[in-house]
T-cell receptor, first 111, second 115 residues
Framework: TQLLEQSPQFLSIQEGENLTVYCNSSSVFSSLQWYRQEPGEGPVLLVTVVTGGEVKKLKRLTFQFGDARKDSSLHITAAQPGDTGLYLCAGDDNQGGKLIFGQGTELSVKP | DSGVTQTPKHLITATGQRVTLRCSPRSGDLSVYWYQQSLDQGLQFLIQYYNGEERAKGNILERFSAQQFPDLHSELNLSSLELGDSALYFC??????????????FGAGTRLSVL
């Protein structure tokens, strides 16, 4: 069974701090997607990474896909209260399309 | 707005009942996925349809079934409901099933409460 281990599970920081969320697996994924979800809403796609070693930047968010396509990280610089939410990584196992989701990182950024 | 529409947004029902959740994918998307999200299990894949055909099944209970219609909308049917079926049910759609075509966009979900 393919698993995605996401860490940390909870993160509470002050506005202006930096943070990194990790997503690790022993399996290779053809692509990996990062989502942000707010309570009672559906996951909203932030980015998709497909190439080993790929780095993508989205304003203050930097996403990296590991060289072996087994792991990924999300780094947020100068976090703001608006970044608060549940961050989910999801891997495409290339066996038909379903996504394997990590358990999520609950981020709280306090003003 | 992801372009994926799910109805209803909330459902409250009793144990033993049957409900139908509906999903309209983004325009042009052929693939529809159903996921269940509960507090202790996270987001779990249930079933996938591609252009009207079932393509993959996850840990979907036998009491649950789904279909995708010719106009590509999909319905998830949950029967003989139990308390443990209370969860958020999400539909997602993508253009295809592999690589860059498998970027999935999620609807806002249906919150099912079984009392």
């Amino acid at each position: 069974t393919q698993l995605l281990e996401q860490s940390p599970q909870f993160l509470s920081i002050q506005e202006g701090e930096n943070l990194t969320v990790y997503c690790n697996s022993s399996s290779v994924f053809s692509s990996l997607q990062w989502y942000r979800q707010e309570p009672g809403e559906g996951p909203v796609l932030l980015v998709t990474v497909v190439t080993g070693g790929e780095v993508k930047k989205l304003k203050r968010l930097t996403f990296q896909f590991g060289d072996a396509r087994k792991d990924s990280s999300l780094h947020i610089t100068a976090a703001q209260p608006g970044d608060t939410g549940l961050y989910l990584c999801a891997g495409d196992d290339n066996q038909g399309g379903k996504l394997i989701f990590g358990q999520g990182t609950e981020l709280s950024v306090k003003p | 707005d992801s372009g994926v529409t799910q109805t209803p947004k909330h459902l409250i029902t009793a144990t033993g009942q049957r409900v139908t959740l509906r999903c309209s994918p983004r325009s042009g998307d052929l693939s529809v996925y159903w996921y269940q999200q509960s507090l202790d299990q996270g987001l779990q894949f249930l079933i996938q349809y591609y252009n009207g055909e079932e393509r993959a099944k996850g840990n979907i209970l036998e009491r649950f079934s789904a279909q995708q219609f010719p106009d590509l909308h999909s319905e998830l049917n949950l029967s003989s409901l139990e308390l443990g079926d209370s969860a958020l049910y999400f539909c997602a759609s993508s253009t295809g099933v592999t690589g860059i075509q498998n970027i999935q966009y999620f609807g806002a979900g249906t919150r099912l409460s079984v009392l």
